[in-house]
């Protein structure tokens, strides 16, 4: 199998089988998988004894236990079903704006493409985590939005999918306003079953602080252990912009011309940090998990460095 066309490197997908999602809760599924269920099942893990009652499976009675106290008991073992992964990538038009007018290539983009770093380390860590779902069989649904679902694919199972999620986000393009809030507000846009949520965007909100709570609320409505995954430009970050220029809104193209001081920097990332510590806290107020990756961080280091070190990938 490809790497995920030109997305993920061929070398890359035997590292990603060898991890796992980290999901804090233990699952109920509907099919057979390998994550902790709460319901008893087939497992190799014990869980209890229970008094022999006929029609009972003879593998499990207990006979030790019978000989030692002449009391027919069987044991029982936790169930592993599937986990349910949904994936949200935010392909508003915010996403592809490629900010730096220089002509280097950058680390995320060593082929000069001029392709927004955001964007392709977005879809690079949308693929890397579905794949470790595939992998793992656990079940997978994926959409693009930006004010509604743009594309989405049906669920997949096995690694078989893979080709089908590799060419969705290849071929995923960016356009439009964002709004988290108004896109899950679609109906059908929710997960159906409790799961693991992974958002990838850059969470620049029109609608701010109310928009992200009505997000995350409409999330936790349906069981999810929601993973905020924030995606910076460096450019973002850290704006080395000065001068009289004007600035225009990707999305909305409104513009406005500005004098770029370095107090005005100086108030820029104030109100940034301000908003990624909301982030942050907001999260961890609802039991979320929130991670911010700078665009030009090497993948390699997003996922064995940010993810894993959040305990949100283990391997």
């Not at 509604?148 to 071929?171: T, W």
Request: net charge neutral; aromatic share 8%; hydrophobic share 40%.
């Amino acid at each position: 199998m490809s790497g995920g066309g030109h997305l993920l490197p061929p070398e890359w997908l035997p590292r990603l089988e060898r991890l796992s999602l980290d999901a804090k809760r233990r699952v109920a599924g509907t099919l057979q998988g390998k994550r902790r269920s709460r319901r008893l099942g087939s497992s190799l893990e014990f869980a209890d004894y229970r008094v022999y009652a006929p029609g009972d499976d003879v593998r499990r009675f207990d006979w030790g236990v019978y000989s030692r106290t002449g009391k027919a008991f069987v044991r029982q073992f936790m169930d592993e079903q599937e986990l349910t992964v949904s994936l949200f990538v935010d392909c508003s038009a915010s996403m592809g704006a490629v900010m730096s007018s220089s002509s280097e290539p950058s680390a995320a983009d060593p082929a000069g493409t001029k392709e927004s770093p955001k964007w392709l380390l977005a879809r690079q860590l949308a693929a890397s985590i579905g794949y470790m779902a595939l992998s793992s069989y656990d079940r997978l649904q994926i959409a693009c939005y930006s004010r509604s679902i743009n594309a989405r694919l049906p669920i997949m199972r096995g690694k078989g999918s893979a080709h089908r999620l590799f060419s969705f986000l290849q071929g995923a393009e960016t356009g439009g306003e964002g709004s988290l809030g108004a896109a899950l507000a679609v109906p059908g846009a929710l997960p159906r079953q409790p799961g693991m949520t992974w958002v990838f965007s850059d969470f620049w909100l029109e609608g701010g602080e109310e928009e992200l709570f009505r997000a995350l609320s409409l999330l936790s409505g349906t069981g999810q252990e929601v993973v905020l995954v924030h995606v910076l430009s460096r450019e973002e970050l850290e704006p080395k912009l000065t001068g009289d220029l004007r600035l225009v809104d990707s999305e909305t193209m409104s513009g406005k011309e500005v004098a770029l001081t370095g107090k005005v920097l100086d108030a820029y990332k104030e109100e940034l940090e301000r908003y990624r510590t909301m982030l942050s806290r907001v999260c961890a107020e609802r039991g979320m998990s929130y991670v911010l990756i700078p665009a030009d961080m090497p993948l390699t280091d997003a996922m064995f460095g940010v993810l894993a070190g959040a305990g949100l990938v283990t391997g």
